[in-house]
Every structure is written in structure tokens, then in C-alpha cells.
């Protein structure tokens, strides 16, 4: 069965920094294309980011909202997704979803962790 | 960058009744790059349909997804009170990476 456990949200101020973490499991999680989504409250969803796999030169792509500030990583020793979020801002606050890309969808979806940028 | 939009923003129906479900891209787009989910409050969204008019392992035969160029609809034949929630289509493979609809909302009376 495919697992994905999002963490690390929380309360943080404007222009500080927030470390989310996805746990994976069940499928091979090196060979995943994995995505970054959020939903603020009251909104669709809008996608962060995406990093591909170690073969595929582990190259990320951001929107535009949020590159230059947040980075995504991957550790696939421990099977586990980053997401580095700096210089944050009150329209950065939203539930963050990490989800794993099948071709052109998303197919497995963490139940998201909410992240709150206020002072 | 292509934009999304979806019809109506809410839709009111019956159990058992038909639902139609709209989504526009702003250019011609490639079928296989169209997926639509399903989000209910406090769950993980869940794709529903992938290329355009493919039902994702699990879905009901209820759901079925059509179209082609820039306009696309979700189809659910009958609807069952679990089919309350939110539904976005998704456009992949353009700048941006991935794009979302606004969603349209389902509600069972």
C-alpha cells in the first residue's frame, strides 16, 4: 500500500523558514518524480513544485510564486521528500500536499500538513 | 501560461441525478495532459481521471471524462451522496509544470 506522511508545518512568522518533510512508502521511491501542491483556505489547489529522480538528473522546476525562496530535496536513502520553505509570506500559508507523478498525473496524495505564516 | 477555467462553480443535485462538469483550457491542449480529482474536506485529493477520459484504478464507472482541444467535462452518471466535493481538472506538460482549475463544488441535496 502507498503511504505518503507530510510533516514539519506549523506557525511561522513573515521571512522566517519552514522545513516540511513526506515520508514515503510502498512503491520505489527512488525511481518517483515527486511533486509539491498546496491549497490555501478558501482556494483550488496550486502547484509548488516538482523534483525528478536520481536517473533523471534530480532536477527541480518551482512555480513562480515561490521560486527563489522554497527548495525541494530528496534523501531516497531514507525514502523521504524535502521542502524548504524561506523568506515566507502570509499568501505562503495553505495546506501542503506531497504527491507522486504518473506521467502527466498525480497519482498518490499525502493528506497534507498546514502551514500558517502570520505574526 | 495556460489557464484553466471551470463551470459551473457549484452545482446543486439530487442522488441519482446526472452531473456535468466543465473545464476550459485558455488554448488547445494535448489530451493526454488532462486529469481531474477529487477533493473532499481533511482527505488527500484523489485523481479521478487521466488522460482526458481515463478512470484511475478504483473509480466508479459512474465517473467517466470526455473532450478534446480546449473544452473537457466530467461526467457523473448518477450521483451518490459520497460524491460530494470539491472537482479540478489539471493540465500538465505546459509552463507551468502543473495547473489547476478553480474547482468546482458538488453538493448532494
Not at chain 2, 46 to 68: E, K, M
Not at chain 2, 94 to 106: E, M
Request: hydrophobic residues 30%; proline residues 4%.
Amino acid at each position: 500500500e502507498v503511504k505518503l506522511v507530510d510533516s514539519g508545518g506549523g506557525l511561522a512568522k513573515p521571512g522566517g523558514s519552514l522545513r516540511l518533510s513526506c515520508a514515503a512508502s510502498g512503491f520505489i521511491f527512488s525511481d518517483a518524480w515527486m511533486n509539491w501542491v498546496r491549497q490555501a483556505p478558501g482556494k483550488g489547489l496550486e502547484w509548488v513544485g516538482r523534483i525528478k529522480s536520481n536517473t533523471d538528473g534530480e532536477t527541480t522546476d518551482y512555480a513562480a510564486p515561490v521560486k527563489g525562496r522554497f527548495i525541494i530535496s530528496r534523501d531516497d536513502s531514507k525514502n523521504t521528500l524535502f521542502l524548504q520553505m524561506n523568506g515566507l509570506k502570509s499568501e505562503d500559508s495553505a495546506v501542503y500536499y506531497c504527491t507522486t507523478q504518473s506521467r502527466y498525473h498525480l497519482k498518490y496524495w499525502g493528506l497534507g500538513t498546514l502551514v500558517t505564516v502570520s505574526s | 501560461e495556460i489557464v484553466l477555467t471551470q463551470s459551473p462553480g457549484t452545482l446543486s443535485l439530487s442522488p441519482g441525478e446526472r452531473a456535468t462538469l466543465s473545464c476550459r483550457a485558455s488554448q488547445s491542449v494535448s489530451s493526454s495532459y488532462l486529469a481531474w480529482y477529487q477533493h473532499k474536506a481533511g482527505q488527500a485529493p484523489r485523481v479521478l481521471i487521466y488522460d482526458a477520459s481515463n478512470r484511475a484504478t478504483g473509480v466508479p464507472d459512474r465517473f467517466s471524462g470526455s473532450g478534446s482541444g480546449t473544452d473537457f467535462t466530467l461526467t457523473i452518471s448518477r450521483l451518490e451522496p459520497e460524491d460530494s466535493a470539491v472537482y479540478s481538472c489539471q493540465l500538465c506538460g505546459y509552463s507551468p509544470v502543473f495547473t489547476f482549475g478553480p474547482g468546482t463544488k458538488v453538493d448532494i441535496k
